[in-house]
């Protein structure tokens, strides 16, 4: 029996998956485990591994195809049932002007004039039946079949009919997917010259359509669809606490010297959120079918910003790692993600997530939940501000957060709780030893 290569669903609201590209033919034999095809999802680009050992086979879905998830979209066959694959349809030759099979290509000793040559080509014509009126093929006996096959087959008159151009004309117009054949030509009986393509071209600018801008892809209209859901469905409010980071800041360069490894504040986040949230566990929850769902495990996402989107990378059981575990991971996902190789494993059971534009010099914003959680933090930039030390106004190092929630599962004590708890292990990174 083959096994079915189906449209993976890597999130509840996925419907369909788009193919972008087959790494390997049908045909080929492929290995179980090895990357065998590029799908889009609603989140991320990603290489779908072959589920079963064999020769690849009836491949249905070709690039660019969108297709329902849970649909089969190709056959791996067992070595023994390898004579039972199917191939891709060899592309059919061009049918001739007169409807007749298609021809092959002229034979080198068949003597004819260039001209004569790219007008058979164009038209699909066989040299070898062509009748020379001198010693070699010349346009006027190309013209002269293709004529004589217009009457003795005239159902595609349209496909037969010739139009007069220049061989630059023809290839000018090859090059800029131009179609001559409604054009009347300057040139001599209305043969169509190279101006005439210029001129042809300058008055269909106006009416034709451009390609859409850039960052309008699949990922991207799926987090608009995403984020518009949450917006109109999940009552947001927000939360916004201002914490001195000056012993953050001294914990993360003991912890890059002490561990090797280049740790980020983002990291340090991770850490501090992955704890915050064991103390809290209200705000690791799933708002799901009208009812709160708390998480088994304590797995973060991080948004990271992509060409085409938004993806949002999971660092599984965060609570569990070290910083440079935490560190290493983190590097790992947003740099697959940036390249668009993001595993379906890798975006799946996120419980929580960190958005953080302080790199950007944001100094404050508000994120809105990525559903089916509960809360989001948004994190700002670290700067020397005013504040009050010991009654005293001085000038310390700090970062406005934003926790963002779902009024359904969330309400405003039990998240000031958590965000003051997260707040307080900031302030004071060393309570984590405690």
């Not at 509840?12 to 390997?24: F, I, P, R, T, Y």
């Not at 349209?158 to 800029?176: F, G, I, V, W, Y």
């Not at 504040?265 to 704890?275: E, F, H, P, R």
């Amino acid at each position: 029996m083959p096994t079915n290569v189906i449209m993976p669903a890597l999130e509840l609201a996925q419907e369909s998956g788009k193919v972008l590209h087959w790494l390997k033919s049908p045909g080929d034999t492929v290995t179980k485990g090895e990357p065998l095809v590029e799908i889009e999802t609603d989140k991320v680009t990603t290489e779908i591994e072959a589920p079963a050992s064999g020769v690849l086979g009836d491949v249905t879905a070709r690039d660019g195809e969108v297709v329902p998830v849970g649909q089969t979209i190709a056959l791996i066959f067992a070595p023994d049932e390898a004579r039972s694959v199917g191939r891709a349809p060899a592309v059919a030759p061009p049918p001739r002007a007169g409807g007749a099979a298609a021809v092959p290509a002229p034979a080198a000793t068949v003597k004819a004039s260039p001209l004569a040559r790219e007008i058979a080509r164009e038209h699909g014509v066989d040299l070898a039946q062509v009748t020379a009126a001198g010693g070699k093929i010349e346009k006027a006996d190309v013209l002269a079949h293709i004529a004589s096959q217009k009457e003795s087959a005239p159902v595609d008159v349209t496909a037969a009919r010739l139009t007069a151009a220049s061989p630059k004309a023809r290839r000018l117009a090859a090059e800029r997917g131009l179609d001559i054949s409604p054009l009347r030509g300057s040139g001599p009986g209305g043969a169509v010259l190279a101006a005439d393509i210029a001129a042809a071209e300058l008055r269909e600018t106006p009416s034709t359509p451009r390609p859409e801008a850039p960052g309008a892809g699949t990922v991207w209209r799926i987090m608009a669809e995403r984020m518009t859901a949450s917006w109109t469905s999940a009552p947001h409010f927000y939360l916004f606490r201002e914490v001195n980071v000056s012993r953050l800041i001294s914990w993360r360069e003991r912890a890059s010297k002490q561990t090797g490894a280049r740790i980020t504040y983002t990291d340090l986040l991770v850490k501090l959120v992955a704890a915050a949230l064991s103390r809290h566990p209200g705000v690791n929850a799933s708002w799901k079918d009208g009812a709160i769902v708390r998480n088994a495990h304590i797995n973060i996402g991080l948004a990271v910003a992509i060409d085409d989107g938004l993806v949002v990378p999971v660092i599984h059981r965060a609570d569990t790692l070290s910083l440079a575990e935490i560190a290493a991971r983190r590097e790992d996902v947003v740099s697959r993600g940036q390249a668009g190789k993001l595993r379906p494993a890798d975006i799946q059971g996120g419980g929580f997530t960190i958005s953080n534009l302080g790199m950007y010099g944001v100094d404050a914003f508000n994120a809105i939940v990525n559903p089916p959680q509960v809360a989001i933090l948004a994190v700002g930039r670290i700067a020397d501000r005013v504040i009050a030390v010991n009654g005293q106004p001085a000038v310390q190092p700090t970062m406005i957060l934003t926790l963002s929630c779902d009024h359904r599962a969330l309400d405003g004590a039990r998240g000031a709780q958590f965000l003051g708890a997260l707040a307080d292990l900031l302030e004071e990174p060393l309570a984590l030893l405690v």
